[in-house]
T-cell receptor, first 113, second 111 residues
């Protein structure tokens, strides 16, 4: 079975540019999570969806960040405008239900210059 | 106080020894508990999940949960150099609908 698929794997862009990260969850998983990982802050939950509906976006750092899930097989995390402090590894994960284990994608390593 | 706290590392054990990783959580509504392993530069992968008090064994790994003490641990028996990684404790609170990860404990198993 295909796992969680994220793209791109690496992104390097200049400050002020728009960045879009993409995620395809495992088929049949109703929950989708977006995380950000840095050395300083560890793994932080940004937002999660249940059946394509955003449930908790309290972890989204500010209005520059937005996430959508237009259907059960696709989600995006967008940063506009990007800033150097947004540099991190962004993971997408999915699970059957909230209390089931999450399966992580390979992550997107984002560098904002 | 952080919602999920793990013992500060790094933790170093000799090959063949038992590695003990600890995690405490602050929210009594937490109902599901997970241990993930993350190799450097890779994504977290599930090692164990545990939902009820007591021990759960899977090969060389044993997870222990004590909800009264709000404590979950992971024991790795016969540690191998390939076990060297960062171990993340994760908690799911069904009532709050919230997923929280600890900061992780880095384990090094020395040959």
């Amino acid at each position: 079975d295909a796992g969680v698929i994220q793209s791109p794997r690496h992104e390097v862009t200049e400050m002020g540019q728009e960045v879009t990260l993409r995620c395809k969850p495992i088929s049949g998983h109703d929950y989708l999570f977006w995380y950000r990982q840095t050395m300083m802050r560890g793994l932080e939950l940004l937002i999660y969806f249940n059946n394509n509906v955003p449930i908790d976006d309290s972890g989204m750092p500010e209005d520059r960040f937005s996430a959508k899930m237009p259907n059960a097989s696709f989600s995006t995390l967008k940063i506009q405008p990007s800033e150097p402090r947004d540099s991190a590894v962004y993971f997408c994960a999915s699970s059957y239900t909230g209390n089931q284990p999450q399966h992580f994608g390979d992550g997107t390593r984002l560098s904002i210059l | 106080q952080k919602e999920v706290e793990q013992n500060s590392g790094p933790l170093s054990v000799p090959e063949g020894a038992i590695a003990s990783l600890n995690c405490t959580y602050s929210d009594r509504g937490s109902q599901s508990f997970f241990w993930y392993r993350q190799y450097s530069g890779k994504s977290p992968e599930l090692i164990m999940s545990i939902y009820s008090n007591g021990d759960k064994e899977d090969g060389r790994f044993t997870a222990q949960l004590n909800k009264a003490s709000q404590y979950v641990s992971l024991l790795i028996r016969d540690s191998q150099p390939s076990d060297s990684a960062t171990y993340l404790c994760a908690v799911w609170d069904t009532n709050a609908g919230k997923s929280t990860f600890g900061d992780g404990t880095t384990l090094t198993v020395k040959p």
